[in-house]
């Protein structure tokens, strides 16, 4: 070959190659794992998927069915980030375990509600009935304000979170119980299966969803104002991770106006935007 055809190949190649650089998306062939549960956090994140895909960043989608699980596999690095948790959750969890993660963004708010299959009314509870409450600290304690906006029970302290990091109540804090109620602590994913079992149930949004219960038909509803609810649910991610340009995408597709119109016309109602 001619050295002025060896020279042109030179630079053609190097022509093509500049092209390609400058029209590759920002983050091709990168990708995020993140942790999530079912409903409605996977389901966002699957709206948002071919959003950031624009960008060349791949979304691979974990679906978790309990609480535990994607903190701990996001601490130990098999994830990128979690989304499922709302900050007082998340506090607890860094506190009782000595870990950093860091909340970025929050996405929407879940109602949490008092349901029952027994009952059409909370003045029908009986003496000696049981109550369900979630069994971790958090959403257990979450339950207990539930139980006492609703008259059922007198806890000591505040009735209401105003910050992330208010402390909230446990079984111990009931100063008044006066219709003798049981009060049993259960997994939270496992409550809706729960409830033929039980009078009444202190149920998360996100298993009401899953498990397909008809909303309206809870005895009291706690819904959350758009961008103003303590339990707005975040993205999570590690110390290290959360000026991470790939964090920072994902993070502003979840807040984008796409994403607030989609949650308002997928779950009309039943979860609320959060920013």
Request: charge should be negative; avoid cysteine; proline fraction near 7%.
């Amino acid at each position: 070959m001619s050295p002025f055809k060896t020279g042109l190949f030179k630079t053609l190649i190097s022509t093509v190659l500049s092209v390609a650089l400058l029209g590759a998306p920002a983050f091709a062939g990168e990708k995020l794992v993140v942790g999530a549960t079912a409903v409605p956090h996977a389901e966002i994140l699957e709206f948002v998927k071919p959003i950031v895909a624009k960008d060349g960043l791949e979304l691979d989608i974990r679906v978790f069915s309990d609480y535990i699980q994607p903190n701990a596999q996001l601490v130990s690095k098999q994830l990128d980030a979690n989304y499922y948790q709302y900050r007082p959750f998340l506090n607890d969890y860094n506190r009782e375990r000595g870990t950093a993660l860091v909340p970025i963004v929050p996405v929407h708010v879940e109602p949490f509600v008092a349901y029952s299959q027994k009952i059409t009314s909370v003045d029908q509870i009986k003496d000696g009935a049981t109550v369900a409450i979630p069994n971790d600290p958090v959403n257990g304690g979450r339950g207990l304000l539930l139980l006492q906006k609703l008259g059922l029970i007198k806890l000591k302290g505040k009735a209401e979170l105003d910050t992330p990091e208010d402390p909230l109540p446990s079984q111990k804090d009931i100063l008044e119980n006066p219709k003798n109620l049981k009060i049993v602590e259960l997994e939270s994913a496992i409550l809706p299966r729960a409830l033929s079992q039980v009078d009444l149930a202190a149920l998360n949004g996100n298993y009401v969803l899953e498990a397909k219960l008809d909303l309206d038909k809870s005895l009291y509803i706690e819904r959350g104002q758009d961008g103003k609810n303590v339990w707005g649910e975040y993205l999570v991610t590690r110390p290290e991770n959360k000026d991470d340009p790939a964090i920072k995408l994902l993070a502003k597709a979840l807040n984008s106006d796409a994403t607030r119109e989609f949650i308002k016309e997928r779950y009309q109602g039943q979860v609320y935007p959060a920013f």
